[in-house]
């Protein structure tokens, strides 16, 4: 395996390709607690269109995700004193275990029940009735979809990665086992371990485990042509049952391969710390925001496929016409709320903080599996983040000033 | 108790220091406390120059919480413990313990805008608050944990009360340091201004055992105040847990197979010998046809034993989340520490209980009370 020391963190990982093209990569640590990911390289968005001449609906990545993490299959974690979840991501799936044991033998039966395919049609439509139609009333979904309608024109990323109750209709067990037959296979596969072990005790656990062949399956790929000048929607408005209205604030980011062309891997960089500097940790946003009736509730960065957007999450007391006024005001030009010693202290900070977070198996490996969706190591974006010169940096915010904006409201 | 206390482990690269201050129920309000806690934290983000968060990944966090027969303001700060950073000329963790004494002393903005905007906001934050256990929780005044707070009296505060507050803390001569992470070479809490009087252990009185309602609880809970053996240490303290838990898993299959109601269960120890278990229905109100089983007396002759081995399991992944969290590693054993438990050098270093012995820990436990929160009346 190849040893690999990034960001003079001190927190050297161990990295392999196998021959059946599987990845694995093991972060040691000598802590009490072993965390395990199995990471595939498929998210909820965007995938093939027809695997094997079937139809693949919205929504059937997650649906298999919850299929594989079932019930029955964290009871049965449970037994092996381990905690089972998982996670469906735009761009990636994950399911992560921890235990102050042996993590193979949890590792094995999550592996055996992808060789295995257990699920029935019944326990589909189960986990529908009991899951889906109870999230269904949280406003956050359709806050966030909503915002995401009207910043796409085309691009599948409209629909999120959960899908509705009503939409998981069309979703069966034999469209996700085909999903499962092209997308969870040895290549599109990383087994990530952290704990106390050595890379040869590490290859000897994993030498016991079934790793799914690689099949060969018929693809449609699925095309489209998303217009990232401009968005659908400047502002709409949606009801729902809530105590509070909320207003969602997005920033739609050109096509990635472009972003790509322009920042290279400082655009990873960049987008570890615009959040905090420009919004959650920025006073004059936050004293802003207050003085509409109004709170940040929420902000993230979404990745997937081509499409990247902020978005950002407020509770409004009344009318959303100030909020919507003082964003568009703030957003004419970025740069003027960067102040060059609060970006160096954030700097320093998220440094800092990436320690914190290495320091435990479970948070280290769920900061690996993100950076892996961009293809970087986690611990060289933290040593390239404490490097970040504040001329990129204003340079990127420069730019996102000029990026389309939209907001929905649900009132 | 002493001013100055200790809590290792050695399973984090982080560290904390707890400052507690203490005041009365008369010297003070919950409204004024926790606000307050809310504009210092605020003041933390927008400080200038010298923040915390250059130092180690410093962080400066207010809480106010109850404690005893008053309340307590806490101020963490929190450190990344590393070789990685060289300071020439400034020692971080020296730095670190100074601005946690100024980030109290140095107050809050008095802003009449700042101020108002800020109000309006945690007003907002709590009226959202609507889950009836967690009512019950701050209703009681269950040590440690966030304050009942009524709105009325929280938007109608004025800076003048929360300057009254807030000098009321700096003067504060009850209190004490709390330092949890690794051993260190040089003493981490070294050069901490002392307080006057050390803090007594938690002890739990009831300070509203009134049903208590509001119009925007979601669902509806009832809880029980439980009597049991005296625990003197972490390892008793979790075979106290296991018990309730045990008899958490039986009351939720009777409620289930005879009633066909879905509930959730919570507990926690409030002393060394009292614990409060609480069961929340979910699908909004406690049904009618439940009532008997609901009686302090009936639930008493509920027999846990088969659900022993489950609670065991639900245990061993309460030690894997401890031992994967710091937030939550920290939190455990300052409970313990609070209790006045009996500590290993390893906070963490618990074992789950057999059996046998949960088993006999059933046979200690009374009934005293039951508590409610349910739909309806005004907004708290």
Request: proline share 4%.
């Amino acid at each position: 395996m190849i040893r690999s020391d990034l960001g003079h963190l001190n927190c050297p990982f161990y990295e392999e390709k196998l021959d059946n093209g599987l990845r694995i990569l093991l972060y040691p640590r000598k802590t009490k607690e072993t965390s395990a990911v199995i990471y595939i390289n498929q998210g909820g968005y965007p995938h093939d269109e027809e695997i094997n001449s079937s139809k693949m609906p919205f929504g059937v990545a997650y649906l298999l995700e919850k299929m594989v993490m079932s019930d029955k299959t964290v009871d049965q974690l449970l037994q092996a004193s381990t905690i089972g979840r998982s996670h469906t991501d735009f761009s990636y799936t994950l399911f992560q275990l921890d235990t102050l044991g042996d993590v193979f033998a949890p590792l094995k039966i999550v592996m055996d029940k992808i060789a295995n395919i257990d699920f029935t049609e019944a326990d589909v439509d189960e986990f529908k009735r009991q899951y889906l139609v109870a999230k269904d009333e949280n406003p956050f979904t359709p806050s966030i979809k909503g915002l995401l309608n009207n910043m796409y024109f085309i691009s599948p990323i409209r629909n999120g990665y959960q899908p509705t109750y009503e939409e998981s209709v069309l979703i069966h067990a034999s469209a996700m086992k085909k999903f499962l037959l092209r997308y969870y296979i040895a290549k599109e596969m990383t087994i990530m371990v952290s704990g106390d072990m050595t890379p040869s005790q590490f290859k000897e656990g994993l030498s016991k485990l079934r790793i799914p062949g690689n099949i060969t399956t018929y693809n449609k790929e699925l095309k489209f042509e998303e217009d990232y000048s401009k968005v659908k929607d400047t502002y709409s408005t949606g009801r729902f049952e809530v105590r509070e209205s909320t207003l969602s604030f997005g920033i739609k980011l050109p096509k990635r391969e472009k972003l790509y062309e322009n920042y290279g891997q400082l655009l990873f960089d960049i987008y570890e710390v615009v959040l905090p500097i420009l919004y959650s940790e920025n006073p004059e946003f936050l004293t802003g925001v207050r003085s509409t009736d109004s709170y940040l509730d929420g902000c993230s960065l979404i990745q997937g496929g081509e499409d990247t957007s902020i978005i950002l999450t407020f509770k409004t007391k009344s009318s959303p016409n100030a909020l919507v006024t003082f964003l568009t005001d703030y957003h004419a030009d970025l740069t003027k709320h960067l102040n060059r010693d609060r970006f160096s202290d954030y700097v320093k900070f998220y440094y800092a903080d990436s320690i914190r977070l290495l320091s435990s198996p479970k948070k280290a490996l769920l900061c690996f599996a993100k950076a892996y969706a961009n293809s970087v190591p986690y611990t060289a974006i933290v040593g390239q983040v404490s490097k970040l010169s504040f001329s990129n940096f204003k340079t990127f915010l420069k730019e996102l000033s000029t990026y389309p904006r939209s907001a929905f409201f649900i009132k | 108790m002493n001013s100055q206390n200790y809590l290792y482990s050695d399973s984090f690269s982080e560290m904390t220091i707890k400052r507690r201050i203490y005041l009365t129920k008369e010297s003070t309000s919950p409204e004024r406390l926790a606000f307050l806690a809310y504009l210092l934290n605020d003041s933390q983000v927008k400080k200038n120059k010298d923040r915390v968060s250059s130092y180690l990944g410093g962080k400066i966090v207010f809480d106010a919480v109850y404690y005893g027969d008053g309340y307590l303001l806490t101020a963490s700060l929190s450190q990344v413990i590393t070789k990685a950073f060289s300071y020439l000329f400034v020692d971080p963790f020296k730095k670190g313990r100074e601005l946690l004494i100024k980030a109290l002393s140095d107050g809050f903005s008095q802003d009449k805008n700042v101020f108002s905007g800020l109000l309006n906001e945690f007003v907002m934050k709590n009226r959202k608050k609507n889950s009836s256990y967690d009512s019950i929780r701050s209703g009681l005044g269950v040590p440690l944990f966030s304050l009942s707070l009524d709105i009325k009296a929280l938007s109608s505060l004025s800076v003048f009360d929360v300057l009254n507050t807030l000098r009321e803390c700096q003067e504060a001569t009850t209190g004490d340091y709390l330092y949890f992470g690794p051993a260190m070479k040089n003493d981490p809490l070294l050069g901490l201004p002392p307080f006057k009087n050390d803090l007594s252990p938690i002890s739990f009185h009831v300070l509203n055992d009134t049903p208590i309602s509001s119009p925007y609880f979601s669902d509806e809970t009832v809880s029980y105040l439980i009597s049991f053996g005296k625990v003197t240490d972490h390892n008793d303290f979790f075979m106290i847990e296991t018990a309730l838990e045990s008899l958490s898993l039986a009351l939720k299959s009777i409620c289930d197979k005879q009633f066909h109601s879905q509930i959730e269960t919570n507990h926690f120890l409030l002393t060394t010998d009292k614990a409060i278990l609480a069961l929340t229905f979910k699908t909004g109100r406690i049904p009618s046809n439940i009532m008997s089983l609901l009686k302090t007396n009936a639930l008493i002759s509920v027999d846990p034993t088969p659900y022993v081995d489950d609670a065991i399991k639900i245990m061993n992944v309460r030690k894997i989340e401890v031992f994967s969290d710091y937030d939550d590693a920290f939190s455990l054993a300052h409970r313990g520490y609070s209790l006045g438990l009996k500590l290993s050098y390893d906070i963490l270093d618990y074992e789950v209980p057999k059996k046998e012995k949960i088993q006999a820990a059933f046979k200690s436990m009374t009934v005293l009370q039951s508590y409610t929160a349910k739909k309806g009346g005004d907004e708290r």
